[in-house]
């Protein structure tokens, strides 16, 4: 085995160990908050029509 | 909806003032970028075009054909940059061209647009960590030779460093846009100036002792090798080098100002993209053979380029520069193709499983997550051609929407009705111009990929049915109006 099926190696077990950290925070976060909480994002507003009434145009 | 004050010290510190937001505000996506994310986020999904697969265009109409097709595909991208410009900045939303379809059109229109989107960025997401992973491949050949068949031939060593791109990236997307885009924008960068160093390289090559690197056009360029007909064919791979621009507007409800940022970062996006394109097709046809560009298999005709040329710092650049593009550009998809599935999970086209924000990174985790296998899965098992096709086609569906939903928005809401961040000139020049363009593109893509965008129209008829008889009864349909504006002309 040489250096670079080392790093093929390495490589694949970086990549396991990011996805497993990525679920794992995903679960955990799930457990911590109400999923009432985690989708309440509401779509953007329209924040220059917001200021030109507040300026009153 | 929360208001937690932004901040621009970067992700740890805004995941600190989120989390000091009032208990049971809303947990929504953070307002922290300008207009150089925007410009990191259009040009950092584009510019891997310019290393590779417009070459195919030579292929197909020789390189005056395939100039051509840069200035015709260029036209076309001016006018998606304008028209995205005016109605993003007024549909500040998360979702782009999703959300305006909703708005000027209606749901079975935004539910086509929210999966043009996901499918071409996530197909051309794939496409970018397989390209990624190959070349480390030919760098690990080029400094190794001796490494052994298992590291220079095999398919699971580049496997290996694919799905490490894959992985790394969507972790930072996972983590916080702030970050995501601000890498992309040294990347990006670094890429982009590979091309202008390898531009001034070959204007003074001899003088820095480096005469193979002369550019030799009076030699090299012939007529139409094709006549017309291959010009119209080259249309297709004009588009690998714009493909993307327009997902700058999945940055619409994570920028500071819409208004400013939107049409600031798209169109210097643009103009930059504009150049790029005309550098990479100077340079490559001024070294290389018109037969030897179009029909390269060397995965990247620009790094080709320095290759040839006996230059091995040109080389090491050029290398950097084409990773880079496809790190950079993976990076974006991601990024946009879950903002989209999780624009379309809050308004209940998808489960609104998908629609939740992360509360500490203010990411749309579970879309992130969701796309991963999706994206490996192409990315390992279908070959790069195929991927980049498919992502082309749903791109072309996009654009061919976006004059009909300009011609709409400015019926319903004309100039004054209501504040526009930004707005295009020449209505309804651009979007007349798009269509026709868009029209003879097809007709291009026909030619070389019929079946598979047969196929792919298949596909979107099939969902649409789908969407229509079983998903539509659990859409919002008195959410789908979400802009603070006055009613359109009308109605």
């Known amino acids: ?57 | 909806m929360s208001s937690s004050p932004p901040s621009r010290s970067g992700d740890t510190d805004m995941a600190d003032v989120a989390a000091t937001q009032p208990k049971g505000a809303n947990i929504n996506l953070l307002k922290v970028l300008g207009p150089v994310h925007v410009w990191a986020l259009g040009v950092g999904i584009v510019l891997v075009g310019e290393f590779m697969g417009w070459n195919y265009g030579v292929g197909k109409g020789g390189a005056f054909g395939a100039l051509i097709a840069a200035w015709v595909i260029g036209l076309l991208y001016t006018c998606v940059a304008m028209i995205d410009s005016e109605v993003t900045s007024t549909v500040a939303a998360a979702g782009g061209q999703y959300a305006q379809a909703k708005h000027t059109i209606g749901p079975l229109m935004a539910f086509n647009v929210g999966l043009y989107l996901v499918l071409a960025y996530t197909m051309l997401e794939a496409a970018d960590v397989q390209v990624a992973g190959q070349l480390v491949q030919i760098g690990v050949a080029r400094i190794a030779p001796d490494a052994g068949d298992a590291v220079l031939t095999s398919a699971h060593f580049w496997w290996a460093f694919t799905i490490l791109s894959l992985m790394c990236l969507a972790w930072l997307n996972y983590r916080g846009v702030f970050m995501t885009l601000t890498v992309n924008f040294i990347i990006t960068a670094c890429a982009f100036a590979s091309i202008i160093i390898l531009f001034f390289g070959t204007q003074f090559a001899t003088a820095l002792g480096h005469a193979d690197a002369q550019l030799l056009h009076h030699d090299l360029l012939t007529d139409l090798p094709y006549g017309w007909l291959g010009v119209v064919a080259a249309l297709h791979f004009g588009i690998w080098y714009y493909l993307g621009i327009e997902g700058t507007c999945q940055a619409a409800e994570e920028v500071r100002s819409p208004g400013r940022a939107l049409p600031l970062g798209t169109m210097t996006g643009i103009i930059t993209l504009l150049i790029a394109a005309a550098l990479t097709w100077y340079i490559a046809c001024g070294l290389l053979p018109w037969e030897y560009v179009g029909w390269d298999l060397e995965l990247a005709p620009l790094y080709d380029a320095a290759k040839i040329i006996s230059w091995p710092t040109m080389e090491v650049i050029l290398f950097i520069g084409t990773l880079f593009s496809a790190i950079a550009s993976a990076n974006g998809c991601i990024n946009d193709a879950a903002r989209a599935w999780f624009s379309m999970g809050r308004d209940r086209y998808l489960p609104v499983w998908f629609a939740a924000v992360h509360p500490r990174y203010r990411t749309p985790f579970r879309s992130i997550i969701f796309l991963i296998p999706i994206a490996a899965v192409f990315a390992l098992k279908v070959p790069l051609a195929q991927i980049i096709t498919f992502s082309i086609l749903s791109g072309l569906l996009n654009y061919t929407f976006m004059p009909i939903n300009v011609w709409l928005f400015r019926k319903m809401w004309p100039l004054g009705s209501i504040r526009r961040g930004f707005e295009h000139p020449f209505h309804p020049v651009p979007a007349v111009v798009l269509m026709i363009l868009c029209v003879t593109t097809f007709f291009a893509v026909y030619l070389g990929y019929g079946r598979q965008l047969l196929a792919m129209m298949l596909f979107y008829w099939i969902v649409s049915l789908w969407f229509h008889f079983r998903r539509y009864q659990f859409v919002r349909r008195a959410d789908q109006f979400t802009m603070n504006w006055p009613k359109p002309v009308g109605f």
Request: glycine content about 6%.
């Open chain 1, 1 to 57: 085995m040489n250096v670079w099926q080392i790093l093929e190696y390495a490589a694949w077990a970086v990549s396991a160990l990011l996805l497993l950290w990525m679920v794992a925070d995903a679960w955990k976060v799930g457990q911590q908050f109400s999923e009432e909480q985690l989708l309440s994002s509401k779509e953007g507003v329209d924040e220059l029509f917001a200021a030109e009434q507040k300026r009153g145009h």
